[in-house]
C-alpha cells in the first residue's frame, strides 16, 4: 500500500506562486513514477505532470509547459511541484498519484490539496 499527502494548496492571485508537496508513506518509494493531475469544477480530472522514479524523466500538460516544475527527492519520499505564474485556469484540487514502475496505471491517490487563482 502506498499512502500519498499532498500539502501547499491555497489561494493566490494572477501571476504568484505555489510549491505543492506530496509526500509517500512507503519504503520503496524509487519504485514509483508519480503523476500530478488536477480537476476542476464541473470538469474532467486531468493530466499535469508525472516524473520517473529516477527523477531523470519528466513530462507535463501543454498548458503548464515553462510555469511548472516537477521534482523528486527519493530520500525524502516526496515529489515536488512548483506552479509559477499561475493563472485562474489553474483553479483546481490538485492529486499526486503513483505508478508502480512496470504497472501501468496510477493505483494509488492522494485526497487532493485545493489552489485557487484570482484573476
Known amino acids: 500500500q502506498v499512502q500519498l499527502v499532498e500539502s501547499g494548496g491555497g489561494l493566490v492571485q494572477a501571476g504568484d506562486s505555489l ?10 518509494f524509487s519504485s514509483y513514477q508519480i ?6 469544477p464541473g470538469k474532467e480530472r486531468e493530466f499535469v ?5 529516477s527523477g531523470t524523466t519528466t513530462d ?3 498548458s503548464v509547459k ?6 523528486r527527492d527519493n530520500a525524502k519520499n516526496m515529489v515536488s511541484l ?3 505564474s499561475l493563472r485562474p485556469e489553474d483553479t483546481a ?3 499526486c498519484a503513483a505508478q508502480r514502475v512496470g504497472i ?3 493505483a494509488y491517490w492522494g485526497q487532493g490539496t485545493q489552489v485557487t487563482v484570482s484573476s
Not at 510549491?19 to 520503496?28: E, G, H, I, K, Q
Not at 503523476?35 to 476542476?40: K, N, V
Not at 515553462?66 to 521534482?71: C, E, I, L
Open 19 to 28: 510549491r505543492l508537496s506530496c509526500v509517500a508513506s512507503v519504503r520503496t
Open 35 to 40: 503523476g500530478w493531475f488536477r480537476q476542476a
Open 49 to 53: 505532470a508525472s516524473i520517473s522514479w
Open 60 to 62: 507535463y500538460v501543454d
Open 66 to 71: 515553462g510555469r511548472f516544475t516537477v521534482s
Open 82 to 84: 512548483q506552479m509559477n
Open 93 to 95: 484540487v490538485y492529486y
Open 104 to 106: 501501468g496505471t496510477y
